[in-house]
């Protein structure tokens, strides 16, 4: 199933490397399927990061800056768990 709807990206709380889980279902957002929301893969949504939810029967699509605006060192953004 895929949903047009859009989704609001959770900082999993407690784990060792910065993990991004959907707001739909709560699954793992791969650092693969997050990019930027510009130029040709811009999605009409106001939001500057998006991720793609790889979960069977999710598809979620998720805003991810207030996830990753809650990771305080910047630095750590490059070690956001695949």
Do not use: K, W
């Not at 859009?6 to 910065?18: D, K, M, N, Q, T």
């Amino acid at each position: 199933m895929t949903d047009n709807n859009h989704y609001i990206a959770i900082l999993a709380e407690g784990s060792a490397v910065p993990t991004l889980l959907c707001g739909h279902c709560r699954s793992i957002l791969s650092r693969a399927r997050i990019f930027r929301n510009q130029g040709g893969a811009h999605q009409a949504i106001a939001c500057n990061t998006i991720g793609l939810c790889s979960a069977d029967d999710c598809g979620a699509l998720n805003c991810c800056d207030e996830a990753l605006g809650q990771i305080e060192n910047p630095e750590r953004l490059f070690d956001i768990a695949s």
